[in-house]
């Protein structure tokens, strides 16, 4: 099993529509989480982190559940502008520290008009 | 933008030649790192560096060697290229944040080894 998984898709939604991954993790005490984006040919940049009680910028809500060890992102009014890679990210150990960074594999989304 | 830029961009080089990448940063981060990308194993960190000649492995360092003799400057050399190696590289930077560490990225460094 691998440590951080991902579906990888693809999805491909109409505009307008609402979008949900979730991603896996192994290990319980894991206590960062990050949802991050790449565009084709393109570094990934941060999307958001992902806290314990839930967030949500604009369009976009993350949420950790820790009993059942997943992170989910949801996307809502679906753009075209939101076709990507979405990587998700967790720090596998309570240190924190950055070089303990996994990254899922990605979960390609596809937004159709 | 974390001030991280990637040369060369782009590069194409032979079966058991020598290569190098650099990443160049402009604001003084004290950590920095290595990770290449490619299909179906998302990022693998290569080697990092936690300061000024301080370098240390990371998941799959073999076959590659890092420099860090400037705070500014990290670079990373195959030795001698192998057609596995025909990745995508990234440097990247963390900081410090509510959160925990936040890692950002450069560009990145398409390499092709032929």
């Known amino acids: 099993r691998k440590e951080v998984e991902q579906d990888p898709g693809p999805f491909n939604v109409p505009e307008g529509a609402t979008v949900a991954f979730n991603c896996t993790y192994s290990?319980?005490?894991?206590?960062?989480f990050f949802w991050y984006r790449q565009d084709c040919r393109k570094e990934p940049k941060l999307l958001m982190s992902?806290?314990?009680s839930g967030n949500e910028d604009g369009r976009f809500t993350a949420q950790l559940n820790r009993a059942s060890q997943y992170i989910s992102l949801l996307i809502r009014d679906s753009k075209l502008s939101d076709s990507a890679t979405y990587l998700c990210v967790v720090n596998l150990t309570p240190s924190g520290s950055a070089r303990q960074l996994t990254f899922g594999s990605g979960t390609q989304l596809t937004v159709l008009p | 933008d974390a001030g991280i830029t990637q040369s060369p961009r782009h590069k194409v080089t032979e079966t058991g030649t020598p290569v190098t990448l650099r990443c160049h940063q402009t604001?003084?981060?004290?950590?920095m790192y290595w990770y290449r990308q490619d299909p179906g194993h998302g990022l693998r960190l290569i080697h990092y560096s936690y300061g000024v000649k301080d370098t240390d492995k990371g998941e799959v360092s073999d076959g590659y060697s890092v420099s860090r003799s400037k705070t500014e400057d990290f670079l990373l050399t195959l030795e001698s290229a192998t057609s596995s190696q025909t990745s995508v590289y990234f440097c990247a930077i963390t900081e410090r944040g509510s959160s925990g560490n936040t890692i950002y990225f450069g560009e990145g460094s398409w390499l092709t080894v032929v």
């Open positions: 604001e003084n981060h004290r950590y």
């Open positions: 992902v806290y314990s």
């Open positions: 290990n319980s005490a894991s206590q960062s």
